[in-house]
C-alpha cells in the first residue's frame, strides 16, 4: 500500500472509478489516524483514506488528510463521489409516495367530515347508531390531537424567530 497526495490520491479515484463502470469493486476506508504514543490535547485528529480496487495488493493506495485540510477534500471528495456514484443509486418509488400522500389525504378529509349519527336507540338498527357514535367520539379525539400537533408546531415556529 502506498501513501500518497491528497491530489493525487483523488486522481487515481476518479480513474479507478472509470475502470469499474462496467465491472468490479471499489473499498472506501475511513479512519481516525492515532497514533498510542501520541495524545492531541485539541481533539483534532488527522484522516487516513485508503482506497482498494478488487482486492489487488498493487491497487491499494491511501492518504493522510490533516485536520485543517479535511474541509477542502471532503468538498472535492463529494463532488467526486457524486459524479461518479449517481447513476448507481436507485430512484425514489414515486408511485409508493403518492398512494401514502392519497391514503394521507382521505383519513384527514374523513376526519374533517360530520358523522351523522341517525337510527332508532333500541331495536333493530341500534348496533349501527352505536358504531356511529363511536366515530364521532374517536373523530372529536382525532380532531383534538390534530389541533395540539398544529399548536405545537406554530409554537415552535416562533420560538424560531
Given at each position: 500500500?502506498?501513501?500518497?497526495?491528497?491530489?493525487?490520491?483523488?486522481?487515481?479515484?476518479?480513474?479507478?472509478?472509470?475502470?469499474?463502470?462496467?465491472?468490479?469493486?471499489?473499498?472506501?476506508?475511513?479512519?481516525?489516524?492515532?497514533?498510542?504514543?501520541?495524545?492531541?490535547?485539541?481533539?483534532?485528529?488527522?484522516?487516513?483514506?485508503?482506497?482498494?480496487?478488487?482486492?489487488?495488493?498493487?491497487?491499494?493506495?491511501?492518504?493522510?488528510?490533516?485536520?485543517g485540510?479535511?474541509?477542502?477534500?471532503?468538498?472535492?471528495?463529494?463532488?467526486?463521489?457524486?459524479?461518479?456514484?449517481?447513476?448507481?443509486?436507485?430512484?425514489?418509488?414515486?408511485?409508493?409516495?403518492?398512494v401514502?400522500?392519497?391514503?394521507a389525504?382521505?383519513r384527514?378529509?374523513?376526519?374533517?367530515?360530520p358523522?351523522?349519527?341517525?337510527?332508532?336507540?333500541?331495536?333493530?338498527?341500534?348496533?349501527?347508531?352505536q358504531?356511529?357514535?363511536?366515530a364521532v367520539?374517536?373523530?372529536?379525539?382525532?380532531?383534538?390531537?390534530?389541533?395540539?400537533?398544529?399548536?405545537?408546531?406554530?409554537?415552535?415556529?416562533?420560538?424560531?424567530v
Amino acid at each position: 500500500m502506498m501513501v500518497v497526495d491528497n491530489d493525487v490520491f483523488l486522481k487515481h479515484l476518479s480513474e479507478l472509478f472509470e475502470a469499474s463502470k462496467e465491472h468490479g469493486s471499489i473499498w472506501l476506508t475511513h479512519k481516525r489516524l492515532t497514533h498510542d504514543t501520541t495524545t492531541n490535547d485539541d481533539g483534532e485528529y488527522p484522516v487516513l483514506l485508503r482506497v482498494n480496487h478488487g482486492g489487488a495488493k498493487e491497487s491499494k493506495i491511501s492518504t493522510i488528510i490533516s485536520p485543517g485540510a479535511l474541509p477542502a477534500f471532503h468538498a472535492h471528495y463529494a463532488v467526486l463521489l457524486k459524479a461518479h456514484l449517481t447513476p448507481l443509486l436507485r430512484k425514489r418509488d414515486k408511485k409508493r409516495e403518492k398512494v401514502k400522500s392519497d391514503l394521507a389525504t382521505k383519513r384527514k378529509k374523513r376526519m374533517t367530515e360530520p358523522i351523522v349519527v341517525e337510527g332508532p336507540k333500541r331495536g333493530n338498527g341500534r348496533r349501527k347508531r352505536q358504531r356511529l357514535v363511536k366515530a364521532v367520539k374517536k373523530q372529536e379525539s382525532s380532531q383534538k390531537a390534530a389541533a395540539a400537533r398544529t399548536e405545537e408546531e406554530e409554537k415552535r415556529k416562533r420560538e424560531r424567530v
